[in-house]
């Protein structure tokens, strides 16, 4: 991948997006496997026979070129998708800029499918986030967490900002 040797090279060239559906495991698995890891003093060798190598990351999708972002801060894209029937699909995603960094989520709210690139990006109490235009629904564009203001009724105030947890589906941007 050119993340490391090519990344100054590719540059000025593209940017790309691995979708999330294509990665194996998950967060918590590799967080589980780095704490193995750690644990692993170095003794068992049976331990580390059984231990699957790490497969490959996916190849990424080159989906836009930097100068696609001069005018704009948001553009959408359409990555292949293969089914649970095997048939190839197209996603559409939306990728974001906002302060030099690249976020890419899918195009549809989670919550009744509003298109998320008419929305408002907005800093909700230091968290970058956007806001569905259909409901008004507010996800963390770096996490896709669902965040929403909790309303105490007996008290008849608002607890805060709270997240009901990763909601929106989001994608890993290569630039």
């Known amino acids: 991948l050119f993340l490391t040797s090519l990344q100054h090279t590719m540059a000025s060239m593209l940017n790309a997006v691995i979708p999330s ?21 170095g003794g068992d060798e049976e331990k580390k026979e059984n231990q699957v190598e790490e497969e490959p990351e996916p190849e990424p999708f080159y989906v836009a070129k930097l100068s696609d972002f001069n005018t704009t801060d948001r553009k959408t894209v359409h990555v292949p998708e293969i089914d ?7 996603r559409p ?3 974001i800029k906002k302060l030099n960094t690249f976020y890419a989520l899918d195009l549809r709210c989670y919550h009744a499918g509003g298109p998320l690139s008419m929305g408002d990006i907005e800093d909700v109490e230091g968290n970058l986030c956007i806001k569905c235009p259909w409901h008004r629904y507010i996800i963390k564009l770096d996490t896709g967490e669902g965040l929403y203001y909790g309303y105490d009724p007996i008290k008849k105030r ?4 709270a997240s009901k947890g990763k909601k929106q589906r989001k994608h890993k941007v290569i630039v």
């Open 84 to 90: 649970s029937n095997g048939k190839e699909n197209e």
């Open 21 to 41: 559906w294509m990665k194996y495991g998950t967060e918590e698995d590799d967080k589980d496997k780095d704490k193995d890891n750690d644990n692993d003093k």
């Open 158 to 161: 608002k607890t805060g900002l």
């Open 93 to 95: 995603i939306i990728l």
